[in-house]
């Protein structure tokens, strides 16, 4: 009797945790992704059906990450793969093709409409992926174009929250591809989570929107938030490219200095995975403040200020109203 009753009781809990009956932790989805914005967005999807291994965590730089034999040996043990794409892993083929990996690889910002942005031609950065992530400068940073520039993609479409719902959406469809058995468990996930987004959202436009106008424009290290800055209304200068591999030459940091004394930009931000020194220099000679730390690229660790992707929006809109409200 207490056998033909135990039995019920197991599959009614694996019922309520959405996993099949008789499901092990062995049982779980292995995924991958590359780095820890990313990751967060697949556990949030994947909840308790999915194992998540991030190859660039957090305070890491992907732009200039290394993979180690670990990452290989991680791919190779995965079920799924998940990769920002528009050029921002540009070592990612080479840890895929060193892992044997041949399972699904999911492009989380497929369906996204790219920035583009201007790089100089001939920066080589010693990788085949160099052509993706030169030095590019933002709009009112380079002032105009020069010959020998040509247009690049900017990978950081993440930075806009309608973005981060593309992202969630196609994440939610590769999870239920690789385990259809938990495609209720991936809806009603995905479902909860779009609509904190759009919380989020919400809020970030009602607090950015409450600035004056003249006062929403700021300096960060690299050019990471030309997302942001379109969707919330934000005019961002950046000495670096798009990738933290650029470096800023002497005169692009003697234009940004210029302009910031002519316009009265109010704020130089630091981001988390960034050197900070060119930045100081910056805010010495013109006078603007250090408004804080913005994450950019990466999250924070777990008892950090942004451990989230959430957390990271609402982390960096706290620093940037305090910063440019006074």
């Known amino acids: 009797m207490k056998a033909r009753l135990f039995m019920p009781i197991v599959v009614a809990i694996a019922l309520l945790l959405g996993l099949p009956a008789g499901a092990h932790a062995a049982d779980k989805v292995k995924a991958v992704a590359s780095f820890s914005i990313l990751g ?15 190859l660039v965590g957090p305070d890491g730089d992907a732009h200039v990450y ?15 793969l998940f990769v920002n794409g528009l050029g921002f892993e540009g070592w990612m083929d080479r840890l895929e093709k060193s ?34 992530e030169g030095h590019g400068h933002n709009e009112h940073a380079r002032g105009e174009e020069h010959e020998g520039e040509e247009e ?11 973005n981060g719902k593309i992202y969630v959406a196609n994440i939610r469809d590769g999870l239920i ?3 259809p058995d938990g495609k209720a468990v991936y809806e009603a996930n995905t479902a909860k989570y779009l609509d904190a987004i759009a919380k989020e959202e919400t809020a970030v436009k009602d607090t950015l929107g409450k600035l004056p106008k ?34 800023a030459s002497a005169k692009d940091v003697a ?17 988390n995975i960034t050197d900070h020194r060119l930045l100081d220099r910056i805010a010495r000679e013109t006078g603007a403040k250090i408004g804080g730390t913005l994450y950019t690229d990466a999250l924070s660790p777990p008892d950090g200020p942004a451990p989230t992707y959430l957390g990271m929006f609402r982390h960096n809109i706290e620093a940037l109203s305090q910063a440019l409200s006074s």
């Open 40 to 54: 967060d967005m697949v556990r949030e999807v994947g909840g308790d059906r999915v194992e998540v291994t991030t």
């Open 66 to 80: 290394e993979p180690t034999p670990a990452d290989a040996r991680n791919l190779a043990a995965s079920n799924i």
């Open 99 to 132: 892992s044997g990996f041949k399972g699904p690889v999911v492009v989380a910002s497929k369906g996204v409409s790219p920035r583009t942005m201007i790089e100089a031609e001939g920066h080589d950065h010693g990788d085949e992926h160099a052509k993706d």
């Open 152 to 162: 690049i993609t900017d990978p950081h479409a993440w930075q806009s929250l309608a």
């Open 177 to 179: 591809a690789a385990d």
């Open 214 to 247: 003249d006062r929403r424009r700021i300096i960060t290290s690299h050019d990471a938030f030309g997302y942001f800055g379109t969707a919330y209304g934000l005019e961002v200068i950046a000495p670096e490219g798009v990738s933290t591999e650029s470096e």
């Open 255 to 271: 234009k940004i200095i210029r302009q910031i004394k002519a316009e009265k930009i109010p704020a130089v931000f630091i981001e």
